[in-house]
């Protein structure tokens, strides 16, 4: 049986990848607008992989015999005015906010020696270097390609699905 503190930030972070998704499918929609086709199918993509670890942390908690509650998903707080910059800066930063919330549930696993969570969340570990990495390379491509941004945008287009 897990430990009530440990579902209660699993269940928190369902809502927490949910909310990662509406953010990117936001700023999907912010490049959409701005004709910028490749940067948004870049981030759609994100989308749907924040939708797959909010599902796998679903089953995580089914499988141990505990219901999910969803809670409500709040509206995406990016202002992005016309800054083409600024999503990506908010995506590296959203990410390091992610990273420390899984170390939060990874944390109360090690103290109550709640093997199966560690054991589980040891991929999100993992999956949250390779976030916040890529979230850092777009920044470093943007300023790269400040001045051929449709080239940017064009290699962005070619993201495949995991
Ligand atoms: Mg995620």
């Not at 990117?24 to 948004?40: I, P, S, V």
């Not at 992005?80 to 549930?105: G, Q, R």
């Not at 080239?151 to 962005?156: N, S, T, W, Y």
Request: net charge negative.
């Amino acid at each position: 049986m897990l430990n009530e503190k440990v579902i209660k930030l699993l269940n928190e972070q369902v809502n927490k990848e949910l909310y990662s998704a509406y953010l990117y499918l936001d700023m999907a929609n912010f490049y959409t607008n701005k004709g910028l086709n490749g940067f948004a199918h870049w981030f759609k993509l994100q989308a749907k992989e924040e939708v797959t670890h909010a599902m796998m942390i679903q089953e995580y908690l089914q499988d141990n015999d505990i219901p999910v509650e969803l809670e409500g998903i709040a509206k995406p707080h990016g202002v992005f005015n016309d800054d083409v910059k600024a999503p990506l800066v908010l995506a590296l930063e959203h990410e390091k906010f992610v990273t420390n919330s899984i170390h939060t549930i990874y944390e109360e696993a090690v103290k109550f020696k709640d093997y199966r969570t560690m054991e589980f969340l040891n991929w999100f570990v993992k999956e949250q270097l390779e976030e916040e990495k890529n979230a850092d390379d777009l920044i470093t491509r943007y300023e790269l390609s400040k001045n051929s941004l449709l080239m940017l945008d064009h290699f962005l287009g070619k993201r495949e699905e995991e």
